[in-house]
């Protein structure tokens, strides 16, 4: 089975009554809410050729909205990121976002039933869980009974203490970072500071820091050389894995993990399999920015995919830009070779600056042989983020989250594109532009096709580049992918100005590596891609050659037969 992924920013997915104000509040701007995503809108998605959904930004978080009929206060304003809040600055662990809910007082109710909706429409569910850090004014008001509070037991005399949930800067008081607007706010008390989440362990943190979240004490002692107190487990270990079982408990499929690389692998190794002999099934994706430790969170943490930004999207990203050759993407699968099945694929998430956008490449068709690769490439997930099929720009200013190229994830908004979805969640293409609409046919067909593939599913790879050093490499990439005598072949022309015109070889030893049977004649049928049928033919030295014409930012896939 493929694994593809649909990212959807819960908040923004769909707003019927809100505006677009800049720095708007709930009031002014509204939110999406978890009712939003009706059987309707679920069918539509995994009718796309999706597997999974991620729905990012569930559990509550710190915001500037209060709900005083739920009991529910605004945290301080010089402590949160945005008039909604950063969902990746967690309130409390064991609830949902308030912002999300029609009926707020029940909210887990109505998250619970989208769980089931997604179910119904065969979709797993993914939802963030978020171990490093929580928000500087965390409390728990929903956890179940006998469940020690985040601190309750803390020595807050002490910086570092195994037993400890945070860690300290004793004596000291937290002070707000220099550049933040505090006038006419009152006074934030927190006494001493806890150190920031982003490891940093002074009163003090900068703007530039994570500093509306505390870092979690997973035994690690950062200020006396990280030295590790694992025995016995650290009381945060505890702690943290209530809070995988509980949401584990409330039927979703998956965890995406924030920043999996920031807490000890060992925590992972110990965690995991515990959650397993309850969930068996239950999915772990970790974002991890360090390739030397891909294996260590393969083989210790058991997770079961890895984001695959420092490798796959760093350098497809410069390839679509023109600042790197297109020959790099083989150093992709020489740095992955006997891992590649567990990294997870994309080409945007909420992190990074949409395709549209004006700080990306501007026109996402000039970035379709870059889907074709990421849907073609490996055996592993793919991921799309919600409006990336449409053309979404990110463009707008919104609040917090400036003219940046990405979609806010900290403020209240309308996404242009999702005021499409219309007539109770149906979606009507007819309400898109002509160029939104064919971007979208073209991601359905890849995502269907890589869908319906066992070659896509199962085979190996071939990388052609190494038998076409006459090539244009610094634009066009060629490769195969095979199993059981049946050969898709992919060529890609990543040039955004320029038809390429070459002759492409099949070398005697591919043919035979991939099982082919030529015969001295080979012909290619075009499964995906607006091009004619092909033919190879024996170049005299047992070589298979063809004649292609690919036009500029295009991705093609034959049948080999």
């Avoid at 395709?355 to 068709?365: H, K, N, Q, V, W």
Wanted: proline share 5%; glycine share 6%.
């Amino acid at each position: 089975m493929t694994v593809s992924i649909y990212q959807v920013f819960t908040r923004l997915f769909r707003n019927d009554s809100g505006q677009n104000v800049y720095n708007g509040d709930l009031d002014t701007n509204g939110s999406s809410k978890f009712n939003h995503f009706t059987n309707e809108a679920l069918r539509e998605i995994k009718n796309m050729g999706f597997t999974h959904i991620w729905f990012t930004g569930v559990i509550r978080h710190a915001t500037f909205t209060s709900f005083p009929d739920a009991g529910l206060e605004a945290d301080h304003p010089a402590i949160v990121k945005g008039k909604a809040g950063s969902p990746y600055a967690v309130k409390d662990f064991f609830d949902v976002a308030p912002d999300l809910a029609e009926d707020i007082t029940n909210r887990m109710q109505e998250f619970e039933a989208l769980v089931k909706r997604c179910h119904q429409q065969n979709l797993k569910v993914i939802i963030d869980f978020v171990p490093n850090h929580v928000c500087r004014q965390y409390q728990s008001l929903q956890k179940p009974d006998g469940i020690p509070a985040l601190g309750e037991n803390d020595d807050t005399s002490m910086s570092f203490s195994p037993a400890n949930n945070f860690y300290y800067i004793p004596g000291a008081p937290f002070k707000i970072p220099e550049g933040i607007d505090t006038e006419g706010l009152p006074p934030y008390y927190e006494m001493p500071a806890k150190a920031t989440g982003n490891n940093v362990f002074a009163a003090q943190p900068s703007r530039t820091d994570w500093y509306e979240t505390v870092k979690l004490n997973y035994g690690v002692d950062f200020q006396d050389d990280n030295k590790e107190y694992f025995v016995p487990e650290p009381q945060t270990w505890q702690r943290m894995y209530e809070v995988l079982e509980f949401w584990a408990g409330r039927g979703i499929d998956g965890f995406r993990i924030d920043m999996a690389e920031m807490i000890p692998v060992d925590f992972w190794e110990w965690a995991v399999p515990r959650v397993r002999e309850k969930f068996p099934d239950m999915l772990f994706i970790a974002e991890i920015y360090k390739p030397h430790e891909y294996k260590k969170y393969i083989e210790r943490g058991h997770f079961d995919w890895l984001y695959d930004k420092e490798q796959f999207y760093n350098t497809v990203r410069a390839v679509i830009e023109g600042k790197t050759p297109a020959a790099a993407i083989s150093d992709i699968w020489k740095a992955q070779e006997g891992i590649e099945k567990y990294m997870l694929r994309f080409l945007e998430n909420h992190d990074e600056q949409r395709i549209a956008s004006e700080f990306f490449i501007g026109d996402p068709e000039k970035a379709i042989p870059a889907m074709v690769l990421t849907t073609t490439m490996h055996t592993g997930p793919v991921m799309v983020y919600f409006g990336q099929e449409m053309g979404e720009r990110g463009m707008d200013k919104e609040g917090f989250s400036g003219r940046d190229g990405k979609t806010t994830i900290f403020d209240y908004w309308r996404v242009e594109h999702f005021q499409k979805w219309v007539n109770g969640g149906k979606f009507d293409g007819e309400e898109l532009d002509e160029n939104s609409r064919n971007l979208r046919a073209a991601y359905i067909k890849l995502l269907k096709y890589r869908e319906n593939s066992k070659v896509i599913q199962t085979g190996g790879f071939y990388d052609l580049m190494w038998a076409n050093q006459h090539l244009d490499t610094n634009y066009i990439y060629a490769f195969m992918r095979h199993t059981n005598g049946q050969v898709l072949l992919v060529l890609l022309n990543f040039d955004v100005d320029k038809e390429k015109d070459f002759t492409l070889k099949i070398p005697s030893h591919a043919v035979n590596h991939v099982g082919l049977n030529a015969n001295n004649q080979l012909d290619a049928k075009i499964v995906y891609g607006n091009t004619s049928n092909n033919r190879f033919v024996c170049n005299g030295e047992q070589d298979l050659v063809a004649d292609f014409s690919l036009s500029p930012h295009t991705g093609f896939i034959f049948e080999l037969k």
